[in-house]
């Protein structure tokens, strides 16, 4: 039937939205890691002070600026 082959797909893989989820908080914590360890020059070149940079490694993981 029409209309039912995306409902066919979604339940042979009912984990992938988990899945990506939990992958995109990994890389968000190692992006905040990784801009923490920027020296106060590098972090001026990008136009942030370090006390942005605090504020933004210390919010939640689940609080993803990206999320849509």
Known sequence: MKG??????MTKR?????FHTVARWQVLYRE????ASLSDDALKDIGLN???VEQE???PFWEDPLRK
């Open 4 to 9: 039912q082959t995306g409902f066919v797909l």
């Open 14 to 18: 009912p984990f992938s939205g988990l």
């Open 32 to 35: 905040r890691q990784l801009l």
């Open 50 to 52: 370090r006390a942005d």
């Open 57 to 59: 490694r210390h919010l």
